[in-house]
C-alpha cells in the first residue's frame, strides 16, 4: 500500500519483504519517489520496534553524560578508522559548525583486516560508549538495518527495469557502511534561520535510511522551499545519494536537506549510510533513456556545493574521502 503526508510518499514494504511477486508494484513506486523528491518514508520494514528503542535508550544516555566522559571515545582515538564521538560544533557542514554532537560508527573490522593491515580510511574497529549490551545492539541494528537498505536497493532496481541484482552483484556484495547517531540540542534563545543542527548538505552514496524520534527538524529542499519531513511512527525516511543520481544520469536526485531543531527538547536521529563498496567505480546506466525532467528538477534541487556530479570520476572512496575530509578538517592530517 501506498499513501502520502502532506509532504513525501510513505511507502509500505512489508509484502516485498515477505514476497517478491510485490516487486513491480513498489519499485514503481520508489522509482516514482526517487524521481520527484529523492526522498520517501518507507514501512513495514520488519526492524523490531524493541531493538530500535533499545538502541535510541542507550544513546541517550550516552549523550547526558558528562562531556568528559563522552570524550574518552573522541574520533582523535579513531585514528584512520574515523570512528567515534564529536562534541556541538565539531563538525562542519557548508562550512559552517554544526550544532550537533554524534557518534560515528561504521563495518566492524578487525586488525587483521587487509583493508587494515593496509591503512585504508574509513576501516576499521568502533569505538563503543561504555554502557552494558551497546555494542551488541548496536552491531545487530546495522545487520538489520543493512538488509532493508539491500532490500530497497532490489526494489528500485525494479522501478528502473534492471534486473533485482542489479546493485548487489555491482556495488554492494561489500558496501561500505556507515551508521551514525546525532544528537540535536534545543535551539538557543533567539534563534535565527541560520542556527542550523546539520547544514544544508547531499548524502554521498546511494541510500540513506534514517530513524528519527519524535521530534521534528528535518527539513528537504524540494520546488524552491524547504518542506518538513515530520516524524512518522514506525518509519524510516530514506534518500538518494549523490552516487544515485550520478548512476542513474539525474533521474533520481540526490535532494538537499538540512536540521533545524526549533524546539525546547533535544532531537536523535540514527542515519545509516548504504553505500558502494570503497573501490567501485561509478557510471551511469547505460541502458536507462534520458529523463527529459532531470534538467528542470536540478534546477530546483541545486547542488550545495558545486559539484558536476556528472563530472565525478575515480572510486566511490576517492570521493567519500574528499568529502568527508572537508567536514573533519581537524582529522585530515591524521587520516590521509
Keep these: 500500500m501506498t499513501s502520502s503526508t502532506e509532504t513525501l510518499p510513505v511507502i509500505d514494504i512489508g509484502s516485498l519483504r515477505r514476497d517478491s511477486r510485490d516487486l513491480a508494484r513498489i519499485g514503481a513506486a520508489l522509482d516514482r519517489a526517487c524521481c520527484e523528491f529523492g526522498f520517501f518514508y518507507i514501512t513495514g520494514h520488519g526492524i523490531s520496534p524493541a531493538l530500535s528503542a533499545r538502541l535510541m535508550t542507550l544513546a541517550r544516555k550516552f549523550f547526558d553524560s558528562p562531556l568528559e566522559q563522552k570524550m574518552t571515545i573522541a574520533m582523535a582515538h579513531g585514528g584512520r578508522a574515523w570512528r567515534g564521538y564529536f562534541p556541538v560544533d565539531g563538525e562542519l557542514t557548508s562550512g559552517r559548525p554544526d550544532r550537533k554532537e554524534g557518534i560515528y560508527f561504521g563495518t566492524e573490522l578487525g586488525p587483521d583486516d587487509p583493508r587494515v593491515r593496509a591503512g585504508v580510511p574509513l576501516h576499521g574497529t568502533n569505538l563503543y560508549p561504555a554502557l552494558p549490551g551497546f555494542r551488541d545492539t548496536l552491531l545487530a541494528y546495522i545487520d538489520e538495518?543493512?538488509?532493508?537498505?539491500?532490500?530497497?536497493?532490489?526494489?528500485?532496481?525494479?522501478?528502473?527495469?534492471?534486473?533485482?541484482?542489479?546493485?548487489?552483484?555491482?556495488?554492494?556484495?561489500?558496501?561500505?557502511?556507515?551508521?551514525?547517531?546525532?544528537?540535536?540540542?534545543?535551539?538557543?534563545?533567539?534563534?535565527?534561520?541560520?542556527?542550523?543542527?546539520?547544514?544544508?548538505?547531499?548524502d554521498y552514496g546511494l541510500l540513506t535510511?534514517?530513524?528519527?524520534?519524535?521530534?521534528?527538524?528535518?527539513?528537504?529542499?524540494?520546488?524552491?522551499?524547504?518542506?518538513?519531513?515530520p516524524p512518522v511512527p514506525d518509519s524510516f525516511v530514506c534518500n538518494v545519494g549523490d552516487m544515485l543520481e550520478r548512476l542513474t544520469a539525474g533521474r533520481y536526485v540526490s535532494a538537499l536537506h538540512r536540521v533545524r531543531n526549533v524546539s525546547t527538547r533535544d532531537r536523535t536521529s540514527m542515519p545509516l549510510f548504504l553505500d558502494p563498496s570503497f573501490d567501485a567505480v561509478l557510471e551511469p546506466i547505460k541502458i536507462?533513456?534520458?529523463?527529459?525532467?532531470?534538467?528542470?528538477?536540478?534546477?530546483?534541487?541545486?547542488?550545495?556545493?558545486?559539484?558536476?556530479?556528472?563530472?565525478?570520476?575515480?572510486?566511490?572512496g576517492d570521493y567519500l574521502l574528499n568529502k568527508v575530509s572537508k567536514v573533519f578538517p581537524q582529522l585530515r592530517a591524521k587520516v590521509l
Design 288 to 316: 536507462l533513456a534520458p529523463d527529459p525532467t532531470a534538467g528542470e528538477r536540478r534546477r530546483h534541487g541545486r547542488r550545495w556545493d558545486g559539484t558536476d556530479l556528472a563530472t565525478v570520476s575515480g572510486t566511490y
Design 209 to 229: 535510511l534514517l530513524q528519527q524520534d519524535a521530534v521534528a527538524g528535518l527539513q528537504i529542499w524540494h520546488h524552491d522551499r524547504w518542506m518538513p519531513a
Design 145 to 202: 538495518v543493512t538488509a532493508v537498505g539491500q532490500l530497497l536497493l532490489s526494489g528500485i532496481a525494479a522501478g528502473l527495469g534492471l534486473e533485482q541484482d542489479y546493485f548487489l552483484e555491482r556495488y554492494t556484495s561489500d558496501p561500505t557502511v556507515l551508521f551514525r547517531i546525532f544528537n540535536y540540542p534545543p535551539s538557543t534563545a533567539n534563534a535565527d534561520e541560520n542556527e542550523l543542527g546539520v547544514g544544508e548538505h547531499t
